[in-house]
């Protein structure tokens, strides 16, 4: 599918709930009141989406939420996804709070990769950043995953006490196991509106004093706007998606689904079509394709993070990410 700027979009993402174990500071206030059940897709709604958006095109599936690993039947429904024609890779991100119980199963539905979260090595500061004490449970699950095979990104959002000696310790992840590591900048969606971001070139500048091998890699690593370094003896890769300080948009590639049905043409930007309506009114097939190839092709041109007002309301958690 190619929207009006000549964009291939091949990339969807899907919310599979707004509820998470976690209340990140960045992300998702403590007190917000959850979407109720009936307004949520059904997973055999979601399905049925997904089935005639890779009909138009779509190849490339992550799954997210809010956390999709506290939605029930989530592995069975990764399962279906990895059964549509058309869909090349399905991939899910996670905090990875109850990741270990789960890596068998991802591994046995062939899973193509997953993205875990984390944004510090100090189990206080991750207390701090996420309002929950389970550092060791994502590690656990974290080191379940590298064991089993899957394929690791970890993605990091530095938070601004964060040390160029923590970045580094992050980044010796790429360099002790084959896990690729994204500093992603924070971005103001949300909770992360007015908080402070840390810059992807500050990281890499500190970077680069550690290790002096770093170089671009070009090797590709998934479908992402990330750019990725590696150095000798690094067997993953450390990556920066500077969405903010660097506007990528022009590549850009995805759409993504909320978990109410509400197709977002970006990111950052109001515009989108409700599916959720289309989807139980009885529409066929056919106009759901039509409505789902119309929307793409007016995917907005850009973010709008520099717009000082609030362009919509949603928090990261109930868009996705
Ligand atoms: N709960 C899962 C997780 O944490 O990976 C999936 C959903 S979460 C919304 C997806 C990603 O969005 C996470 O990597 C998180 O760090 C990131 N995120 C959330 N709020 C953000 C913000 N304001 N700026 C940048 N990234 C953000
Ligand atoms: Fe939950 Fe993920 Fe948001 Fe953290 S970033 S609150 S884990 S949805």
């Known amino acids: 599918m190619i929207d009006q700027f000549g964009r291939e979009i091949d990339y969807l993402r899907v919310s599979i709930t707004d509820r998470c174990n976690l209340r990140c500071r960045y992300c998702m206030p403590e007190d917000l009141p959850f979407i109720p059940h009936e307004k949520i897709l059904r997973y055999e709604e979601i399905l049925r989406f997904c089935g005639l958006a890779a009909q138009e095109g779509i190849r490339h599936i992550k799954v997210t939420g809010g956390e999709p690993l506290v939605r029930k039947g989530c592995i069975d429904f990764l399962k279906a996804l990895k059964g549509l024609p058309g ?9 990875g709070v109850l990741l270990k119980e789960a890596v068998p199963q991802l591994l046995e ?26 550092f060791h449970q994502v590690w656990e699950g974290m080191m379940e995953a590298v064991r089993g095979g899957l394929r690791v990104k970890i993605n990091c959002v530095p938070q601004m006490e964060s040390t160029p000696e923590e970045w580094v310790a992050l980044a010796t992840l790429c360099r002790d196991y084959p896990i ?13 509106r007015g908080l402070s971001l840390v810059k992807g070139d500050t990281i890499l500048t500190a970077l680069r004093e550690a290790f002096p091998g770093l170089v671009l890699d070009e090797r590709p ?18 990556g920066f998606i500077d969405a903010v300080s660097n506007c990528f948009c022009e590549g850009c590639n995805r759409v993504r689904l909320t978990s109410e049905g509400f197709l977002k043409l970006c ?46 309301t949603p928090n990261m958690s109930q868009i996705g990410g």
């Open 87 to 95: 869909i090349e890779h399905v991939t899910l991100t996670t905090n």
């Open 109 to 134: 539905l062939g899973l193509d990769g997953i993205n875990i979260s984390l944004d510090t090595l100090n189990p206080d500061t991750y207390e701090k950043i996420t309002g929950k004490n389970q």
């Open 267 to 312: 990111l950052s930007h109001p515009d989108g079509v409700d599916f959720r309506t289309l989807l139980r009114s009885g529409a066929t097939d056919q106009e759901i394709r039509k409505a789902f190839q119309e929307a793409v092709f007016k995917k907005p041109r850009r973010h709008q993070f520099e717009l000082k007002s609030e362009t919509e």
């Open 180 to 192: 690729d590591l994204r500093f992603i900048e924070l971005m103001p969606i949300g909770r992360g």
């Open 221 to 238: 690593h998934g479908f992402g706007p990330a750019r990725y370094y590696t150095a000798p003896g690094f067997q993953g890769a450390v």
